[in-house]
């Protein structure tokens, strides 16, 4: 029962270079997120796509852009990486983007050096 | 801007001891709020909605309109419970609130 998964776990980038973050959920759900978790600053949404054909900006979405592939595939791209960038990547998917439970995958640590 | 606060980055407690941790919304109507729990090297997961009025773990949370507050409790800490707390507002356009570590002393 693999939930939501993202990939890679780990990715050391150097400043100025480019990356995406894969993400799927096998759950059929409408709604996928993408979340940054920074100490102090707790877990930031990025973007999110409400359902399929549709994504959004979060909170802090300068930086990167969005793919939503299909109904189970969210990706996060970085276009230039900046160490500003380095934090651990949440992605997430619930049935709708309000009133539901939300389902985390274990994390991206990326670091920008 | 409607969102969640969580005023206390760390909360340090004995085992046994009550714990408390706040969460307080800046929006009004009637909320559905949330609580996630990340333990370390497990993925953040549901604790307990406000909806379901039920008891987790022997935490529950009250929502509170007149205070705006939502804040999570347990009468007696066990060491099991230190771990990352999340207060999550039922629309997740929004980002949750700044997490709260509790760390369970014995």
């Not at chain 1, 970085?78 to 389902?103: D, R």
């Not at chain 2, 939502?70 to 997740?92: G, I, R, W």
Request: proline letters at 4%; glycine letters at 8%; aromatic letters at 12%.
């Amino acid at each position: 029962n693999a939930g939501v998964t993202q990939t890679p776990k780990f990715q050391v980038l150097k400043t100025g270079q480019s990356m995406t973050l894969q993400c799927a959920q096998d759950m059929n759900h409408n709604s996928m997120y993408w979340y940054r978790q920074d100490p102090g600053m707790g877990l930031r949404l990025i973007y999110y796509s409400a359902s399929e054909g549709t994504t959004d900006k979060g909170e802090v979405p300068n930086g990167y852009n969005v793919s939503r592939l299909n109904k189970r595939e969210f990706s996060l791209r970085l276009e230039s990486a900046a160490p500003s960038q380095t934090s651990v990547y949440f992605c997430a998917s619930s049935e709708a983007t309000g009133g539901n439970t939300i389902y985390f995958g274990e994390g991206s640590w990326l670091t920008v050096v | 801007a409607q969102r969640v606060t969580q005023p206390e980055k760390l909360l340090s407690v004995f085992k046994g001891a009550p714990v408390e941790l706040k969460c307080n919304y800046s929006y009004s109507g009637s909320p559905e709020l949330f609580w996630y729990v990340q333990y370390s090297r497990q993925r953040l997961q549901l604790l307990l909605r406000h909806i379901s009025r039920e008891s987790i773990k022997g935490f529950t949370a009250d929502l509170n309109k007149g205070e705006t507050s939502f804040h999570l409790k347990k009468p007696f800490a066990q060491e099991e419970d230190s771990a990352m707390y999340y207060c999550a507002p039922d629309d997740y356009k929004l980002s949750f609130g700044a997490g709260t570590t509790v760390t369970v002393r014995a």
